[in-house]
């Protein structure tokens, strides 16, 4: 039976983060939820990808070392969402400036060749990911002021989930729609 590669390993742990948070605090203490974290950063970062990529994972790895190192532990762990929705709100943001866009490079590589149409119904859709991760890590930012874990763990562990895969659905929806309507 072959192992799962380190990629879905990571992908794993982004998606379980909050429920191994509040578990770790609620067991442990901050700085248990906040090294492992960390660590996950830097090693994302080190597997490689674009150097955008690269240089987010690691300075986020770094930045959590340093919070974990100035037991702002608790602090780190409130606004790491908030931290990763700013992250993909800049890159996916940064590729409306400088195409082609996140969602037209995705769609290049599921579908091959686009047409003028579908490279303008790309940025559109890059567009609704920027508002949804504007909302979703301004909400975040709220829970995390906040300051209470239970808040923090039910929207950042459950209902952002269920709002990106809202959006998903609905985007499926649509592209479905658009591919029928030309």
Same mark, same amino acid.
């Given at each position: 039976?072959?192992?799962?590669?380190?990629?879905? &390993? /990571?992908?794993?742990?982004?998606?379980?983060?909050?429920?191994?948070?509040?578990?770790?605090?609620?067991?442990?203490?901050?700085? *248990?939820?906040?090294?492992?974290?960390? =660590?996950?950063?830097?090693?994302?970062a080190l597997?490689?990808?674009?150097?955008?990529?690269?240089?987010?994972?690691?300075?986020?790895?770094?930045?959590?070392?340093?919070?974990?190192?100035?037991?702002? *532990?608790?602090?780190?762990?409130?606004?790491?969402?908030?931290?990763?929705?700013?992250?993909?709100?800049?890159?996916?943001?940064?590729? /409306?400036?400088?195409?082609?866009?996140?969602?037209?490079? =995705?769609?290049?590589?599921?579908? +091959?060749?686009?047409?003028?149409?579908?490279?303008? $119904?790309?940025?559109?859709?890059?567009?609704? &990911?920027?508002?949804?991760?504007?909302?979703?890590?301004?909400?975040?930012?709220?829970?995390?002021?906040?300051?209470?874990?239970?808040?923090?763990?039910? $929207?950042?562990?459950?209902?952002?989930? /269920?709002?990106? +895969?809202?959006?998903?659905?609905?985007? &499926?929806?649509?592209?479905r729609y658009?591919?029928?309507?030309?």
């Amino acid at each position: 039976m072959r192992r799962p590669p380190l990629r879905v &390993w /990571l992908q794993l742990a982004a998606v379980l983060y909050p429920l191994y948070v509040w578990w770790a605090i609620s067991r442990w203490h901050p700085a *248990a939820a906040l090294l492992p974290v960390a =660590l996950l950063a830097i090693i994302q970062a080190l597997r490689g990808g674009s150097p955008a990529q690269r240089g987010f994972y690691l300075l986020s790895g770094l930045l959590l070392l340093v919070a974990f190192l100035l037991d702002l *532990a608790e602090e780190a762990l409130f606004y790491y969402p908030v931290w990763v929705n700013s992250g993909l709100l800049l890159l996916f943001g940064y590729s /409306l400036l400088y195409p082609p866009t996140v969602i037209e490079r =995705l769609a290049r590589m599921m579908e +091959g060749e686009l047409d003028a149409k579908a490279i303008a $119904y790309t940025r559109n859709v890059t567009i609704a &990911w920027c508002l949804f991760f504007l909302g979703n890590g301004s909400l975040a930012a709220v829970t995390a002021w906040l300051g209470n874990w239970d808040l923090w763990l039910l $929207y950042n562990g459950l209902v952002s989930y /269920l709002l990106m +895969g809202l959006l998903m659905l609905i985007e &499926w929806i649509v592209r479905r729609y658009v591919r029928t309507a030309r």
